[in-house]
């Protein structure tokens, strides 16, 4: 029995580790991993974190989006579904990311809105 455990969970990890390098392989043959790229570094400018805070009983990130357009992103938290978010164009404002039982975000993702 622990034979057939173990044989099923090297199988899986060795599919599983194959499979994400298959991922990559597809993601640099593709033509338009380019512009995603190029869209992605423009909206990297735009977004900015001011400041990590508490406010009560909630983590707080202080952003400052500072294109003349929506632009969405993650904040990304340690071992969590990272929460996606949005601001409007030029504007500086607050986001509830978690509790203060959440471990603090170590950064900011941009994505597509």
Do not use: H
């Not at 338009?32 to 983590?59: D, E, I, L």
């Not at 929460?83 to 941009?110: C, H, M, Q, R």
């Amino acid at each position: 029995m622990r034979r057939t455990v173990a044989l099923a969970t090297v199988a899986t990890a060795l599919a599983g580790s194959l499979a994400g390098f298959g991922g990559q392989a597809m993601a640099v043959s593709n033509g338009t991993a380019p512009r995603v790229s190029q869209a992605s570094s423009q909206a990297a400018g735009c977004v900015t974190v001011v400041r990590w805070y508490n406010k009560r009983f909630n983590r707080m990130v202080e952003v400052k989006n500072s294109c003349a357009r929506t632009a969405c992103f993650s904040v990304t938290v340690a071992a969590r579904r990272d929460p996606d978010l949005s601001i409007g164009k030029n504007k500086k404002e607050s986001f509830a990311y978690g509790g203060v039982a959440w471990t603090k975000g170590s950064g900011i993702k941009n994505k597509a809105c």
